[in-house]
């Protein structure tokens, strides 16, 4: 399978035994799964968590921008014609064969329309300069997964 930046795809259940990392969505059911996002970096790929609880994130996004200005950490935007929610500060690393399947819809794998994927790609990497600077704004180890995955390459 080619994975691609902006694409849609669902994670194995044994990626999330190997990385054991509380902060990371977990599958719930075969049916419950959460949507991921693809960043393809090199040989890493980064996972963006989709969520359909946009209600429960609007007051949080609220709150950060009444705090700092804005927010580039949850987004709540449209994918597929629907309301979702791009959680990027619950972002992490991950390598090709974790991946279970592309999220299909009408038999083609689903992707993110251009501009949103530039905006997320915006919002990601200002998050991973703001990590380098000393500001962790994600929730998962993501050092200690990617060294995991890198070590996995070797």
């Not at 999330?16 to 799964?33: E, F, W």
């Not at 994918?79 to 991950?94: C, G, H, R, Y």
């Not at 949103?116 to 200002?126: C, D, G, R, T, V």
Request: aromatic fraction near 12%.
């Amino acid at each position: 399978m080619e994975v691609k930046t902006g694409y849609l795809y669902f994670l194995k259940d044994e990626f999330y035994k190997k990385v054991n990392d509380p902060n990371i969505m977990s599958n719930k059911t075969a049916s419950s799964r959460p949507t991921y996002l693809t960043i393809k970096d090199k040989d890493i790929l980064w996972f963006i968590p989709l969520s359909t609880k946009v209600e429960k994130y609007k007051p949080i996004i609220e709150k950060k921008i009444n705090r700092y200005g804005s927010c580039r950490t949850i987004m709540i935007r449209k994918i597929a014609e629907k309301d979702s929610t791009v959680l990027l500060q619950n972002a992490f690393p991950i390598l090709e064969k974790y991946i279970d399947h592309a999220h299909m819809v009408d038999g083609k794998p689903l992707k993110v329309i251009e501009s949103l994927k530039q905006e997320i790609l915006s919002n990601f990497y200002y998050m991973l300069s703001q990590k380098k600077k000393g500001i962790n704004l994600f929730f998962a180890d993501i050092d200690r997964l990617k060294k995991m995955m890198l070590e996995e390459l070797k």
